[in-house]
């Protein structure tokens, strides 16, 4: 199993840049991701990471320390439709080789003008 | 349109029923997750179905149980519904060769009376 460990909440002005942290420990790591989910509504992939470094995607880059536990999602230029929550989620080998993404709790993510 | 349908999207019921919830998985993908999101929970993973054979299972309590038939299609039954099992049941898919992130459906919301 694992334990995933995001902020609760945070908050932002539009335009600016915003990191979210995430932490994990795992026994199978196979990767990690980071989707947007706004309330109410599907969860949307954003990044994956699975080896060491940082991945870049338009305004939305995410890192990965797999030696660290960590991993982070950076938000440039935030626009108000930024708002939503954003969910760390850790794929770990289950029991008999399966491979199951697990997610934290999300991190609420508010962008006022 | 992350091409993962569920029916249906609301669903009110009273304490004691039983419910059936469905997936169509996205063209393709043969492996289907089933996770529960209430209020203040992340996203619990409950059973990963594979080419129609249960592959993994989670936080799936027993009035619980799910399937997938041989056009990949998937249904999770729940029973002796109770007040909390009120929540978002969301419905993924992937392809699972190696492929990265899975693909959620809108959710059904359930609603125990």
């Known amino acids: 199993g694992q334990n995933i460990d995001q902020p609760t909440e945070m908050t932002a002005t539009e335009g600016a840049i915003v990191q979210i942290n995430c932490t994990y420990q795992?026994?199978?790591?196979?990767?990690l991701f980071w989707y947007q989910q706004h309330a109410g509504e599907a969860p949307t992939f954003l990044s994956y990471?699975?080896?060491?470094g940082l991945e870049e995607k338009g305004r939305f880059s995410s890192f990965l320390s797999r030696s660290k536990g960590y991993s982070y999602l950076l938000l440039k230029e935030l626009q108000m439709k930024d708002s939503a929550s954003y969910l760390c989620?850790?794929?770990?080998?289950?029991?008999?080789?399966?491979?199951?993404?697990?997610f934290g709790r999300g991190t609420s993510l508010i962008v006022h003008p | 349109d992350s091409g993962v349908t569920q029916t249906p999207k609301h669903l009110i019921t009273a304490t004691g029923q039983r419910v059936t919830l469905r997936c169509s998985p996205r063209?393709?993908?043969?492996?289907v997750y089933w996770y529960q999101q209430s209020l203040d929970q992340g996203l619990q993973f409950l059973i990963q179905y594979y080419n129609g054979e249960e592959r993994a299972k989670g936080n799936i309590l027993e009035r619980f149980s799910a399937q997938q038939f041989p056009d990949l299609h998937s249904e999770l039954n729940l029973s002796s519904l109770e007040l909390g099992d009120s929540a978002l049941y969301f419905c993924?898919?992937?392809?699972?060769?190696?492929?990265?992130?899975?693909?959620f459906g809108q959710g059904t919301r359930l609603t125990v009376v």
């Open positions: 063209s393709g993908d043969l492996s």
């Open positions: 795992t026994s199978g790591f196979n990767g």
């Open positions: 990471n699975v080896l060491d």
């Open positions: 993924a898919s992937s392809d699972d060769r190696g492929a990265a992130e899975a693909f």
């Open positions: 989620a850790v794929r770990d080998q289950m029991t008999g080789g399966s491979y199951i993404p697990t």
